[in-house]
């Protein structure tokens, strides 16, 4: 299990280092994005998808390819709309604060704060008044 | 080419594909940050299932003789005729529910240590890219046009844009990791829909948000 | 097949395979209209709570034989 935690320790380290480099943790570049000005994190995205799905395919070839499927159920638009709600607002896809952090933001600690409260007001939601069949046990 | 020293959008796009399919390769599960996020918050659950799955993992054999009994016990002593025949039939109709997935390894549940691990990780690797930018410095502002937009309600504006995307992530089950990349990578249709509808959240708030400068 | 959506996902057929007693699960759980909702993995899934891959649909929680019954975590 250790090996595992070290591993994930690593890719976490990269995808940090990723998303730095790309401007996901700069609010600047962020707005600049979602107000269409500056295609460059668009294009990023996309390519990254693209990518993705290649790499998926290789997987696939060599046996390794994990199973994805997310089925659409009663909370993938609402989600989706509080989620993008939240992001123009903080600058935060959940990856971004701690990003922030390790640059030196200092109040992104005020955005994982409300993050962590977003995710425990959720599963309280959940468990009792929604009952939500996700389609899936898996995050 | 570079802005300010970040990378070009080509440079950008290998490193997030890569680490899309980077993370299955190397522990078997796709990568979705709210997820963890999740996980860390429903830390003794996780470490359960993660005791579970590692307990299962170390010895299959004993784990099937398990299931054979907890079945038989179930089913009081013996298998029925009926349900032997039914168990045939479904067999036979349908073959892959007696064959062992050939894609997909048992992931490696890390447990909540890990997410924890990948949570650090984000920061650390953060910081590298900042010192390596020359930009690593502690403060206590955001970027100029964050400011410009919320003047004094710049905390409050952090704090529940946090609870959104906190709120929001675990209800649609993903983020722009699990839904907008892995998700929409492998066609999924929850993930396509819900990728639509956070990026379309997203652009509406923030052309909204851009008049208030 | 009516019944239990989340049957492709499932950790439990996908883990216990060689021996396809796993199966008999749906059987008795996952193909029955109302029965799947009955099932402690699925309560546990929709209440947002973990599910553990060792959760039996009966509530029940599978043990290896090696580490015995009453081994407490």
Same mark, same amino acid.
């Given at each position: 299990?250790?090996?595992?935690?070290?591993?994930?320790?690593?890719?976490?380290?990269?995808?940090?280092?990723?998303?730095?480099?790309?401007?996901?943790?700069?609010?600047?570049?962020?707005?600049?994005?979602?107000?269409?000005?500056?295609?460059?994190?668009?294009?990023? *995205?996309?390519?990254?998808?693209?990518?993705?799905?290649?790499?998926?395919?290789?997987?696939?070839?060599?046996?390794?390819?994990?199973?994805?499927?997310?089925?659409?159920?009663?909370?993938?638009?609402?989600?989706?709309? *509080?989620?993008?709600?939240?992001? %123009?607002?903080?600058?935060?896809?959940? %990856?971004?604060?701690?990003?922030?952090?390790?640059?030196?933001?200092?109040?992104?600690?005020?955005?994982?704060?409300?993050?962590?409260?977003?995710?425990?007001? *959720?599963?309280?939601?959940?468990?009792?008044?929604?009952?939500?069949?996700?389609?899936?046990?898996?995050? | 080419?570079?802005?300010?020293?970040?990378?070009?959008?080509?440079? !950008?796009?290998?490193?997030?594909?890569?680490?899309?399919?980077?993370?299955?390769?190397?522990?078997?599960?796709?990568?979705?940050?709210?997820?963890?996020?999740?996980?860390?918050?429903?830390?003794?659950?996780?470490?359960?299932?993660?005791?579970?799955?590692?307990?299962?993992?170390?010895?299959?054999?004993?784990?099937?003789?398990?299931?054979?009994?907890?079945?038989?016990?179930?089913?009081?002593?013996?298998?029925?005729?009926?349900?032997?025949?039914?168990?045939?039939?479904?067999?036979?109709?349908?073959?892959?529910?007696?064959?062992?997935?050939?894609?997909?390894?048992?992931?490696?549940?890390?447990?909540?240590?890990?997410?924890?691990?990948?949570?650090?990780?984000?920061?650390?690797?953060?910081?590298?890219?900042?010192?390596?930018?020359?930009?690593?410095?502690?403060?206590?502002?955001?970027?100029?046009?964050?400011?410009?937009?919320?003047?004094?309600?710049?905390?409050?504006?952090?704090?529940?844009?946090?609870?959104?995307?906190?709120?929001?992530?675990?209800?649609? !089950?993903?983020?722009?990791?699990?839904?907008?990349?892995? !998700?929409?990578?492998?066609?999924?249709?929850?993930?396509?829909?819900?990728?639509?509808?956070?990026?379309?959240?997203?652009?509406?708030?923030?052309?909204?948000?851009?008049?208030?400068? | 097949?009516?019944?239990?959506?989340?049957?492709?996902?499932?950790?439990?057929?996908?883990?216990?395979?060689?021996?396809?007693?796993?199966? $008999?699960?749906?059987?008795?759980?996952?193909?029955?209209?109302?029965?799947?909702?009955?099932?402690?993995?699925?309560?546990?899934? $929709?209440?947002?709570?973990?599910?553990?891959?060792?959760?039996?649909?009966?509530?029940?929680?599978?043990?290896?034989?090696?580490?015995?019954?009453?081994?407490?975590?």
């Amino acid at each position: 299990m250790a090996g595992t935690i070290v591993r994930t320790m690593v890719v976490g380290t990269w995808l940090g280092f990723t998303l730095s480099q790309i401007g996901f943790s700069d609010y600047d570049q962020l707005h600049l994005m979602f107000t269409f000005q500056d295609m460059r994190m668009l294009f990023t *995205f996309v390519g990254a998808v693209i990518i993705g799905s290649m790499g998926f395919h290789l997987l696939a070839k060599i046996g390794r390819r994990p199973k994805v499927h997310r089925p659409i159920h009663k909370g993938t638009i609402l989600g989706g709309v *509080f989620f993008g709600a939240g992001w %123009a607002l903080s600058g935060g896809c959940p %990856a971004v604060p701690l990003v922030q952090l390790g640059e030196g933001t200092l109040p992104a600690l005020v955005t994982a704060a409300g993050i962590v409260i977003g995710v425990v007001l *959720f599963q309280w939601v959940q468990r009792r008044h929604l009952n939500w069949d996700t389609g899936s046990c898996l995050h | 080419m570079f802005v300010e020293g970040l990378w070009p959008w080509w440079l !950008g796009a290998l490193a997030l594909g890569a680490t899309c399919f980077g993370y299955p390769l190397l522990l078997g599960r796709t990568c979705t940050v709210s997820g963890f996020w999740g996980g860390v918050v429903n830390w003794r659950q996780e470490r359960e299932a993660a005791r579970a799955e590692a307990e299962l993992a170390a010895n299959p054999q004993a784990a099937e003789e398990a299931m054979l009994e907890a079945v038989m016990a179930e089913l009081g002593g013996e298998i029925p005729e009926e349900i032997q025949a039914e168990l045939e039939a479904m067999a036979a109709a349908d073959p892959e529910l007696s064959t062992p997935p050939s894609q997909s390894a048992p992931p490696r549940t890390a447990g909540p240590w890990g997410y924890l691990a990948f949570l650090v990780g984000l920061a650390v690797g953060g910081f590298i890219a900042a010192v390596a930018r020359g930009e690593a410095s502690l403060s206590l502002t955001m970027s100029p046009t964050f400011h410009a937009i919320f003047g004094p309600g710049a905390l409050l504006a952090l704090a529940f844009g946090g609870l959104l995307v906190g709120f929001g992530t675990q209800m649609a !089950g993903g983020c722009s990791m699990g839904h907008g990349l892995s !998700g929409t990578s492998n066609l999924q249709p929850g993930s396509l829909l819900s990728t639509a509808s956070f990026m379309g959240a997203a652009v509406v708030v923030s052309m909204v948000l851009g008049r208030l400068i | 097949m009516v019944g239990c959506t989340r049957q492709s996902d499932c950790p439990l057929f996908e883990r216990f395979v060689v021996s396809g007693s796993a199966n $008999i699960w749906r059987l008795l759980y996952c193909d029955k209209e109302e029965k799947f909702k009955t099932c402690a993995r699925y309560e546990a899934g $929709i209440n947002g709570r973990t599910v553990p891959v060792n959760l039996l649909p009966n509530g029940q929680l599978l043990r290896s034989m090696r580490l015995g019954a009453d081994d407490v975590c």
